[in-house]
């Protein structure tokens, strides 16, 4: 069984920062892409970030330039650092991985972090 384990989620003032983790635990080959999605209120969930198991990155116009994706393949661990939070920002965060075991790969989601714009 996979685990995606996700933490940091918190309130914050517009202008600030914070920063998601998510950590994969369970038993598995290896993790090829991980990636942050979000989903506000009343709206479809909507990716953030995805880096791919060497390090590239694709981000969400309305993120670039504010957000950065990175990852430790050693500790199976995706990171999400926002700065220059906007309230339009406010959602709730998930991880996704696409996780390696046998010849197959499978998605697996977080349970979701709270992030609060507000002033």
């Known amino acids: 069984q996979v685990q995606l384990v996700e933490s940091g989620g918190a309130r914050v003032q517009p202008g600030g920062s914070l920063r998601l983790s998510c950590a994969a635990t369970g038993s598995f080959f290896s993790i090829n892409n991980m990636g942050w999605y979000r989903q506000a209120p009343g709206k479809q969930r909507e990716l953030v970030g995805v880096i791919t198991r060497g390090g590239s990155t694709n981000y969400a116009d309305s993120v670039k330039g504010r957000f950065t994706i990175s990852r430790d393949n050693a500790k199976n661990t995706v990171y999400l650092q926002m700065n220059s939070l906007k309230p339009e920002d406010t959602a709730v965060y998930y991880c996704?991985?696409?996780?390696?075991?046998?010849?197959?790969?499978?998605?697996?989601w977080g349970q979701g972090t709270q992030v609060t714009v507000s002033s």
């Open positions: 996704n991985a696409v996780v390696i075991m046998g010849r197959s790969d499978y998605g697996y």
